[in-house]
């Protein structure tokens, strides 16, 4: 079995303890350090049924920011979690004809049932941003539109900023890393100990 020293040995050149110390160090933190963030901007028009994928595949929880208006029922306007009442009326939340979601493409459903939290307050920007649990654990695409049954008569689009966000439980392998440190390290300090310990006559 090879020791922790011959094991970061690299070309036949052995590294001092003080630089192997540093690489374990660099390893560690390299293997819980979070991925980067991928983000794109999709464009969803409300005419279409099985709304717009993303280009890029998501997992988990991402961060949405969502900003748009159109006409999905008659002449009232909706954004994404809102219908915009004529006035003196308030806007109001009807379930339907606002931001819809889904992650296999046939067919959309309410996006605030996948929201992380609740569904955010009304702004008269139409500008929200929040989290939202895919409910994939492997990456997929993600499709975004208008949660409506009737698409011919439909106006306007919304512009969905999708952003991954890091995974809160490390993969296996981000644990394998961090025990194969924590061993190297603890490989390192037995055989300090025992070289600085003197030998008995």
Wanted: overall charge negative.
């Amino acid at each position: 079995m090879l020791g922790v020293g011959r094991l970061l040995e690299c070309g036949g050149i052995e590294m001092n303890s003080s630089l192997r110390s540093a690489a374990v160090g660099l390893a560690m933190i390299g293997s819980i350090a979070s991925p980067a963030l991928a983000s794109e901007i999709v464009y969803a028009p409300f005419d279409l049924p099985n709304g717009v994928a993303s280009v890029g595949k998501y997992s988990g929880t991402v961060s949405i920011t969502v900003a748009g208006l159109g006409q999905a029922f008659a002449n009232l306007y909706s954004d994404a979690f809102y219908t915009l009442n004529t006035p003196p009326l308030a806007p109001s939340d009807n379930h339907f004809w606002n931001l819809g979601f889904s992650t296999s493409g046939a067919g959309l459903l309410e996006a605030e049932n996948y929201l992380v939290g609740n569904v955010p307050a009304f702004n008269p920007t139409g500008i929200y941003t929040f989290e939202l649990n895919t409910g994939s654990s492997s990456p997929t695409h993600l499709y975004f539109g208008v949660h409506d049954d009737v698409f011919s008569d439909n106006s306007g689009a919304y512009v969905v900023v999708v952003t991954q966000l890091a995974s809160s439980v490390p993969e296996a392998s981000t644990w394998a890393m961090v025990v194969l440190g924590f061993a190297a390290m603890g490989v390192m300090t037995y055989r300090r100990r025992n070289r600085a310990m003197p030998v008995a006559a």
